[in-house]
């Protein structure tokens, strides 16, 4: 079993900042892409940022400039800075890893349970 643990979320005024953690846990052999999705109310859920275990970042262009995705594969660990935030980035945000448990197994999706995040004065 697999476990994707966030912590970071909460609420902050517009303008201000938050950092988002995820932490992968369990039977872990190695992790390819990990990343942050979001999902407002009434909203389907969309990518926020992704990273590959060789550092390749991709962002969603509603956060580039504004949000910073790190990773300390020692950790199994996916982090989201977020800066100027405003009203439209609130949601709840969930990390996704995709996880090989086993040399010989394929990649498998993992998602964690969400952390809420809102920006509102």
């Known amino acids: 079993q697999v476990q994707l643990v966030e912590s970071g979320g909460g609420w902050v005024q517009p303008g201000g900042s938050l950092r988002l953690s995820c932490a992968a846990s369990?039977?872990?052999?190695?992790?390819?892409?990990m990343g942050w999705y979001r999902q407002a109310p009434g909203k389907q859920r969309e990518l926020v940022a992704v990273?590959?275990?060789?550092?390749?970042?991709t962002y969603a262009d509603s956060v580039k400039g504004r949000f910073t995705i790190s990773r300390d594969n020692a950790k199994n660990t996916v982090y989201v800075q977020m800066t100027s935030l405003e009203p439209v980035d609130t949601a709840v945000y969930y990390c996704?890893?995709?996880?090989?448990?086993?040399?010989?197994?394929?990649?498998?999706?993992?998602w964690g349970q969400g952390t809420q995040v809102t920006v509102s004065s």
């Open positions: 369990g039977s872990i052999v190695s992790i390819n892409v």
């Open positions: 996704k890893a995709d996880v090989r448990r086993a040399p010989w197994s394929g990649w498998a999706e993992y």
């Open positions: 990273i590959t275990s060789g550092g390749s970042i």
